[in-house]
C-alpha cells in the first residue's frame, strides 16, 4: 500500500488518522480536516508537522475513496492473516508456563510471554485471575494488551 505501512505493522491508515476502521465516510473526513487545519504547514512551520501532514494526506487519499478503502481493508486482513503464521507470533505450547502452572480451559486471545501466567491466553486468565488483566493494562509490558483486556472484561479503567 504506502511505505509507511509496510514499514511497521501497527502503523495503519486509521491510526494515522487517529479512527477505527469502521468509521464513515463522514466521520474520516471530518477527522481529516481537523488533523489538516492542527498540523497544515502554514499553522505549524515544523518539520515534524510537515512529516506528519505528509502521513495525513496519504491516509486521507485511501481512505475517503471506497473503492481504494476496500482494497486497502483487504491488505490489512491478508496482513493479519500472515501474522498468523509468522515463526515469530508465539502460540501456546512455545512458551514456558510461570508460576500458575499449566493454562486451564480454551485458548482465547493473545499468548502472554511472561510473567506469572506465562504460556497462557488473555482469556485463560480472564477466567481464573481478572484482577491480574486489570493490573497487566497498567504496567509497561502489558500495555500492549490493554484494549484486548478491556474489551474482554467490559470495563473501562483510569
Known amino acids: 500500500m504506502g511505505p509507511m505501512s509496510a514499514t511497521d505493522p501497527r502503523h495503519t491508515h486509521y491510526r494515522t488518522l487517529m479512527l477505527a476502521e469502521t468509521a464513515d465516510g463522514e466521520i474520516i473526513a471530518t477527522v481529516y480536516r481537523k488533523l489538516a487545519q492542527r498540523f497544515h504547514p502554514d499553522v505549524d512551520p515544523s518539520t515534524g508537522a510537515a512529516h506528519r501532514m505528509t502521513e495525513l494526506n496519504e491516509a486521507y487519499a485511501i481512505l475517503r475513496d471506497p473503492e481504494k478503502r476496500a482494497k486497502y481493508d483487504r491488505w490489512l486482513a491478508s496482513r493479519r492473516d500472515r501474522r498468523q503464521s509468522d515463526r515469530f507470533v508465539r502460540q ?30 488473555i482469556g485463560q486468565i480472564k477466567r481464573a485471575d481478572v484482577d491480574y488483566l486489570e493490573w497487566l493494562m497498567h504496567v509497561p509490558m502489558g500495555r500492549r494488551f490493554k484494549d484486548e483486556i478491556t474489551a474482554l472484561i467490559g470495563r473501562k479503567t483510569a
Not at 505450547?93 to 501466567?117: C, E, K, M, N, T
Open 92 to 121: 501456546q505450547g512455545d512458551v514456558p508456563h510461570g508460576i500458575a502452572g499449566p493454562p486451564v480451559g480454551a485458548s482465547q486471545g493473545s499468548l502472554i510471554d511472561f510473567g506469572r501466567y506465562s504460556g497462557w491466553t
